[in-house]
């Protein structure tokens, strides 16, 4: 077992891990952030993104010790109020970007990164950055959509959270 | 899909993942990225029983032009060649490249001397390291030594690095005149079914000197020796781009699994490679 | 009532989703995220073989590993199967045991389960538990399954068919023999299947002290669940209680009981602790159901002017084996069967199908069920006829085309068409896309050398049928009805218990749309509840299209039970009569006279605190249940067209789609943003099954394409951006005339493709594109005998 201690959403957690704790584990089932979801265990899916530093990562395919000292930011840190949600998330529910529900943490997240790198993407570039974030629902349309309105309304609201 | 158990180290200086790479020998693997790694433990197609992360070591992250190379340390990740601008500069060709290595979030993690020490053939950087005579430093407890690609990869996921050694740092030669690199997958960002990669010394109109790797046609990324040969001497112009392309397909006996059969393989051999030298010959 | 004479304010709104807020913030609940004190964690060890007596399971090595409190074995479980009997004739009979005792099926079936206290634990002591295989030789090819010298899945069976279905319409062989041309071919769809996002996943509770069995699962139809369940284990149903919360996609493949859900049932039971197991990845490729394999043999006749007289067909569909509940193993055979006409008006038709056993993993449901391969098979045959005739390929279709003045149509495969617009969808599709302008754009570029082609696919798609069509089925459960269950409380606010379930479909917010307005209140006071079968009243659950039709049938009836309950109430406390009364916005009130009335939660308190004003006779609550059978319960018609531009590279193979349309009818929409979402969801998935997706067997039958880096999903980057238009012809029959529309846009895109890449490759010469998925080495392949066509 391995000490370790990393800020999760802003709040710092001391914890001891098994080191071949996946990261994606830890953050579900040890501090029951439920959000991040599993979808393959080997990275391609994009279901477990979180930011790592500020950086989307796989977390189905990082240790939990690996996160010792750095910050971890999940789809919880968006907003946890229905009634007052991240532009992102408000684009997503008004223009359907959901279906099922268990891609949209990662979507969210990849959103979010694009945006912040990127705050006015062209339709290629969105889909070229969301490329690793796989949807079995919505078959990408409303998510494109909505992460167009959600660029509009970050501009508009004047530069991104 | 749960990794198999094992002891994990997290060295702070190089010395100290030399000692420990020393004593635990053939039952560790190096962690810097994960992104191949971290996979094949959670499929338990590896069980490495130690794992000696390199990710707080310091000094591995220097990415820099330095005497007509270009030198990358092993903490650098395919997204700081990304958004590097002496990597524009220098080898433009790269900045071409790692757009298409997986997705942004792979591309935070993933480093490129990691992937030329996981060795996959179907792997853009070994195919790279290649065609632009890459040089890959190893070093172990007390010593180090200097690799070229050449030598460097043996078959399938297998390397000359001896169990107690590390790679640290991978250097490009940077003074190619033309360089051209074309890709076919399945889907964006997947690994390449075949891969070409050229990079040209011109002299004048001609070409002077030709180095022509491909990924996925073999068990290791490979040098079409043949291509080269053939386009030596002769004009950078989409006819001499076609013969290449004719030459290579002749020259290699690809492999085959579900994602292309041999023939298959080698009529995109002969497509790619046609391509990544029309892209050298347009400049881009 | 006069409800009816005010437009509607919810039905037809693009009405944002209810049930997205908790999924934004990460709130979602689905059941890995589910925690028990006690809770075990179990993992399967699984068949390496894809057909093997199993001579000896050794568990001691594992049982005495860190954290493992019991394995268990065939043996342990013996007896718990499930047997799903179809009642046509001839149909054999076959056992998918909780865990395989005597001989392993299929590679990955389950043998052994490790239950231990972490699931990294249980791995581990899995990869300790030693099988002895016996290998027996595999029965993978479904035609060779059909040969004489072929080895039997099953022993006792006579041959390795399911069952052999026949039919041939009065006259068949006159048409065939008179008729002046034919076109034919042997068309392959391989194999692949829904994959959801969310891999299974269920635990089993049983309390020891109550002897209920609480089964946590991930399935769209938890009632079918609850009766398979008891009937598997042979454990009483009314101390079962199925709960399924959230759910990351279903697509048809959570639709079916699997033995894991035995399993961890069983567990359960034994041990007196909550087992939970969550498949991963590799588990759901191999063993999660497949579905799409179909072979089909097909010939059309027709006449000069391109006509269609008879349609003949031989259906092979490569089943896995065992007969999964609750379809049985003949539906994508029947369903191919019945729909192999598809649109036109084919007047004789003769076919024959054959539902294989195999020992590849089991096969189910999938978006579509067999309609994308019916589709394939008889709009590539179109495709030929147009050829032949010299014929543009959306004139051909026109000219075969049930139309209005046929309606309602008894087709050749023998289903009830009830409505449709194929017609004027086609016309429709092709003006907004200027079919004749992307002609002349083809030519330009083809004169260029690039190689551009456009496909076309029409379906009419069977929706919503019920209790008719199933009882022609011959399944043992005939999924007739659902039930929707409405209840207001005494604040007025209404909560909607369904017995279907919901996990993308948007029916959170479309079940309320549909009660709202008959009530006059806002869909912000409706809640809906699903997915607990201590809850509502009995239904079949989600699948094939139906929910809006049945569920959204059901919850309307309901609401105008308790809009005529409250009516009675009012006019009774008004003096008016119950017919005179109106809700609208809340209030509730004489005609006319809106000071005359109460405010909604005022109405519904008085009914429950007041009883004395109620009217004798009238129960003092707010409650109304319906199960709706949409008549005639042969199922209403949507239909669609769409069309595709693909580029394709000759060097490569690789295909590029770029453009897709469709123009879709499924009568009045409840909320046309959802109905697009699932138009969008289809058609992604329709190009995977076009270009991207094959589960993969070698010849012995082991699954190679075992990780998401060999079965490959289309993401952003493969789909392309996607334009609908809507067209509205309502169903005769139906509560407002809605009809299903969920799997349909999965129908065509394999035969768009498919024709689009045809059409782009015919400048090199002829080809006939008959199988999917279109992988770059098979364009190849069509490539290059295009060009040694070409050259002869």
Not at chain 3, 244 to 266: N, R, T
Not at chain 3, 709 to 734: A, C, K, Q, R, W
Request: proline share 5%; with cysteine.
């Amino acid at each position: 077992m391995r000490d370790i201690t990393l800020q999760v959403n802003g709040t710092e957690i001391t914890r001891s891990v098994n080191p071949r704790r996946l990261l994606v584990d830890f953050l579900r089932h040890d501090l029951r952030l439920t959000g991040t979801h599993v979808g393959c265990e080997h990275g391609v899916c994009g279901a477990c993104t979180v930011l790592f530093d500020g950086e989307s990562v796989r977390a189905c395919i990082m240790f939990a010790v690996q996160a010792d000292g750095h910050h971890v930011e999940t789809v919880e840190s968006l907003a946890d109020d229905p009634d007052h949600l991240h532009p992102i998330q408000q684009a997503f529910w008004e223009h359907h970007g959901l279906q099922c529900g268990f891609c949209t943490p990662g979507m969210l997240l990849a959103t979010k990164e694009l945006l912040a790198e990127n705050p006015s993407p062209e339709e290629a570039e969105i889909r070229a950055a969301l490329a690793g974030n796989i949807c079995r629902c919505t078959g990408y349309v409303h998510i494109v959509e909505s992460v167009k309105a959600a660029a509009e309304a970050m501009i508009a609201q004047g530069g991104s959270r | 899909m749960k990794p198999a158990p094992f002891e994990y180290h997290a060295p702070t200086t190089l010395d100290e993942a030399l000692d420990i790479l020393a004593s635990t020998g053939a039952d560790a693997a190096p962690l810097a990225g994960g992104q191949s790694l971290t996979p094949l433990m959670n499929l338990r197609l590896a069980r490495p029983a130690h794992i000696v992360d390199i990710n707080r070591i310091g000094g591995l992250d220097h990415l820099g032009q330095d005497n007509g190379r270009l030198r990358v340390g092993a903490l650098v990740r395919h997204a700081d060649m990304e958004r590097s601008s002496v990597v524009r500069e220098h080898l433009p060709v790269v900045a071409t490249v790692v757009p298409l290595i997986g997705y942004p979030a792979i591309r935070h993690r993933g480093t490129v001397v990691g992937s030329l020490a996981h060795a996959d053939p179907a792997a853009e950087w070994p195919s790279l390291a290649l065609a632009l005579d890459a040089e890959i430093t190893l070093v172990r407890t007390g010593s180090q030594r200097q690799v070229a690609a050449e030598g460097f990869f043996t078959t399938t996921l297998t390397t000359i690095k001896e169990p107690d050694e590390l790679l640290t740092e991978v250097s490009f030669r940077t003074d190619f005149d033309a360089c051209g690199f074309y890709e076919f997958a399945r889907r964006h960002g997947d690994f390449a079914i075949i891969a070409a990669v050229v990079a040209l010394e011109l002299e004048g109109d001609s070409i002077a000197d030709a180095r022509i790797a491909l990924a996925g046609a073999a068990d290791r990324p490979l040098r079409v020796n043949e291509a080269e040969d053939a386009i030596r001497g002769e004009p950078l112009t989409a006819e001499t781009a076609v013969r290449a392309g004719e030459v290579a397909r002749e020259a290699v006996e690809p492999l085959e699994d579900i994602h292309g059969s041999s023939d298959y393989r080698r009529d995109l051999v002969e497509v790619a490679v046609d391509r990544a030298m029309k892209r050298a010959v347009n400049g881009s | 009532m006069t409800t009816e004479a005010q437009a509607p304010r919810f039905f037809g709104a693009r009405v944002k989703r209810v049930e997205d807020p908790r999924f934004l913030i990460g709130g979602g609940r689905f059941v890995d995220d589910v925690d028990m004190t006690g809770m075990l964690h179990a993992c399967f060890v699984r068949s390496v073989e894809a057909r093997a007596r199993i001579t000896s399971v050794d568990v001691a090595e594992a049982e005495k590993m860190p954290g493992v409190v019991k394995v268990f074995t065939g043996h342990d479980f013996s007896g718990s199967e499930v047997r799903c009997v179809s009642a046509y004739e001839g149909f054999q009979v076959s056992g998918y045991p909780a865990l395989a005792e005597v001989e392993a099926k299929f590679n990955g079936e389950a043998v052994a389960m490790v239950v231990a206290e972490d699931p990294y634990q249980a791995e581990d002591a899995a990869g300790r538990v030693f099988v002895d295989y016996e290998p027996l030789p595999p029965v993978i090819d479904a035609e060779k399954a059909l040969l004489d010298d072929s080895p039997l899945v099953h022993d006792g069976w006579k041959g390795n068919a399911f069952v052999e279905r026949r039919y041939e319409s009065p006259g068949f062989d006159d048409a065939k023999q008179s008729a002046k041309h034919s076109v034919s071919g042997r068309f392959v769809m391989a194999r692949h299947s829904g994959i959801p996002l969310e891999t299974r996943a269920a635990i089993g509770d049983y309390d020891k002290g109550t002897r209920m069995l609480t089964l946590w699962t991930t399935t769209q139809i938890p009632y079918l669940i609850r009766t398979g369940l008891a009937d598997a284990i042979g454990f009483p149903e009314n101390r079962i209680r199925v709960i399924s919360p959230d759910v990351g996609g279903g697509f048809g493949v959570k639709a079916q009981l699997y033995p894991e859900e035995m399993a961890c049932s069983l567990a359960s039971i034994d041990l007196g602790r909550p087992v939970k197991w969550v498949e991963d990845r590799r588990e759901h490729l191999l063993t999660a159901h497949h579905a799409r394999e179909h072979t089909h043999e097909a010939t059309l006749y027709f006449d000069d002017e391109g006509i269609v007289e008879a349609l003949e067909a031989k259906i092979v569909v490569n089943m896995g084996p065992y007969s999964v509940f609750p379809w049985t193993a003949t539906m994508d055979t029947g369903m191919a069967m019945g729909i192999l006409p598809g649109p036109y008006k084919i007047k004789h038709y003769s076919v024959r199908g054959y539902p294989v056993a195999t020992n590849k993993a089991p096969y189910g449901a999938y978006r579509g069920v067999s309609r994308p391969a019916a589709c394939f098979t008889i709009e590539r045959l179109m495709d030929q006829v147009a050829r032949h005739r010299g014929l543009d390929p959306a004139e051909v279709r026109r000219r075969n085309y049930v139309t209005g003045d046929d309606y309602p149509y008894r087709s050749a495969g023998g289903l009830e068409y009830d409505s449709g617009s194929l017609v004027e969808s086609q016309d429709l599709l092709l003006e907004q896309v200027d079919y004749s302008g992307l002609r002349r754009w083809q030519q330009e570029e083809r004169e260029k050398g690039r190689l551009i082609g456009i496909g076309l696919g029409a379906y009419t798609e069977q929706t919503a049928h019920a209790t008719k069509e199933f009882v022609q089925r011959g399944v043992p459960i005939v999924f007739g009805y659902e039930t929707s269950t409405l209840r207001l409380d005494p604040n007025g606010k209404l909560v909607i218990n369904s017995s279907i379930h919901n996990h993308g479909q948007g029916l959170e917010t479309t079940l309320g749309q549909m009660a709202a307005d008959a009530l006059g209140i806002d869909i912000a006071d409706v809640r809906v509840e699903y997915g607990d079968t201590s809850q509502a009243a009995y239904g079949s659950g989600t699948f094939a299209s139906r929910s809006a039709v049945l569920a959204g049938g059901a919850a309307r009836r309901a609401s105008e039970q308790l809009r005529d309950q409250l009516a009675r109430v009012a006019g009774h406390n008004l003096e008016a009569s119950p017919e005179d009364i109106e809700f609208e916005s809340g209030r509730v009130f004489v005609a006319g006279t809106p000071d005359r009335g109460y405010d909604f939660d005022q109405l519904c308190r008085m009914v429950y605190h007041r009883p004395e004003l109620v009217p004798e006779g009238q129960p003092p609550i707010l409650e109304a249940t319906v199960a709706y059978d949409a008549p005639p319960g042969t199922g209403t018609f949507t239909n669609a067209t769409q069309i595709a531009v693909v580029e394709v590279d000759p060097g490569t193979g690789g295909i590029e789609i770029l453009r897709y349309a469709i123009v879709e009818d499924c009568g009045p929409m409840i909320n046309p943003m959802v109905v697009e979402g699932q138009i969008f969801g289809g058609i992604a998935q329709g190009i995977g099954s076009a270009i991207y997706e094959e589960l993969v067997y070698d010849d012995d039958g082991h699954l190679l394409t075992t990780t998401f880096m060999d079965y490959m999903l289309p993401g952003t980057t493969e789909v392309p951006h996607i334009e609908v238009f809507h067209l509205e012809t309502p169903s005769p029959f139906t509560v407002g005339g809605i009809k299903g529309m969920g799997e349909g846009g999965a129908i065509a895109p394999g035969a768009v493709i498919a024709g689009a890449v045809e059409d782009a490759l015919a400048p090199m010469g002829p080809v006939v594109v008959d199988q999917i998925p279109l992988t770059p080495e098979r364009v190849r392949g069509y490539v290059d005998s295009a060009r040694r066509e070409a050259s002869r």
